[in-house]
């Protein structure tokens, strides 16, 4: 056998897809050829995770029901030649269709492989993705959600309250940013005028999902206060906007 269709085993040996006669040639070239040492690795490992992946215990239930089944099917009664016909026919079948077998292991392999990547990187997707996105995104596609939206200087407010989800979100347009030393502050208002702190808004944040509950709120104010927040609003209010409740 020729150094090019021993490469061409190592995908095959892998995976217990050849015959003996393959297997001892290929086990001779072997330690001699390194690529050929990575590839088997390489497609072994898939193997392993095929092997971890499909394995599965059958409920007990199973052995009855096949026993069951056997009882009730009517059952032939090859003569001996006919039996020793029939094994013939599949060593040769078997012996014939190792290539089709073989393609069909590596075919799998390969679709294996392919699972993997795809399951890491919907992954990686799936963790790349900020919350806080996904969270706006809820508010603003919400069936319920409601906008409520006021002018100040030249720059528009909106609020986006959508109660069934018990969440908020501030969309800004052409607002500017807050001067330095101070930020800007979010408030829900409730009818007691007590307030309550919804957040900093981030410099250049045109979409914020707001931090609490806008249950008990009847509008949204903002004010400006010292770099990091206050527990309180400590000056007046820069807009305040009516929650649609």
Not at 32 to 54: I, K, Q, W
Not at 132 to 154: C, H, I, M, N, W
Not at 208 to 236: H, V
């Amino acid at each position: 056998m020729s150094d090019a269709s021993l490469h061409d085993l190592a995908a095959a040996y892998a995976l217990d897809a050849v015959d003996d006669a393959e297997r001892a040639a290929f086990e001779a070239h072997l330690p001699t050829c390194p690529p050929c040492r990575e590839e088997v690795a390489s497609f072994s490992d898939v193997a392993e995770g095929l092997s971890a992946d499909l394995s599965a215990t059958p409920p007990p239930s199973l052995r009855e029901q096949v026993l069951t089944q056997i009882a009730v099917t009517p059952q032939d009664n090859p003569t001996p030649g006919a039996v020793s016909d029939e094994l013939a026919g599949r060593r040769a079948g078997r012996h014939r269709g190792a290539g089709g077998v073989r393609g069909w292991v590596l075919a799998a392999a390969v679709a294996a492989a392919v699972a993997i990547g795809a399951v890491a990187v919907t992954q990686w997707t799936q963790d790349s993705v900020d919350p806080a996105v996904v969270a706006v995104q809820e508010v603003l596609d919400a069936p319920d959600a409601v906008r409520s939206t006021e002018s100040v200087d030249g720059a528009r407010v909106t609020v986006v309250t959508a109660y069934s989800l018990d969440r908020s979100v501030l969309l800004t347009q052409d607002l500017a940013g807050a001067p330095p030393g101070q930020d800007y502050q979010l408030w829900f208002v409730d009818q007691d005028g007590a307030a309550v702190s919804a957040g900093l808004l981030p410099t250049g944040t045109d979409q914020f999902l707001l931090e609490g509950d806008p249950s008990d709120a009847i509008a949204l104010g903002i004010t400006l206060e010292p770099t990091g927040g206050s527990d309180q609003p400590t000056s007046d209010p820069l807009i305040a906007i009516p929650l649609q409740g």
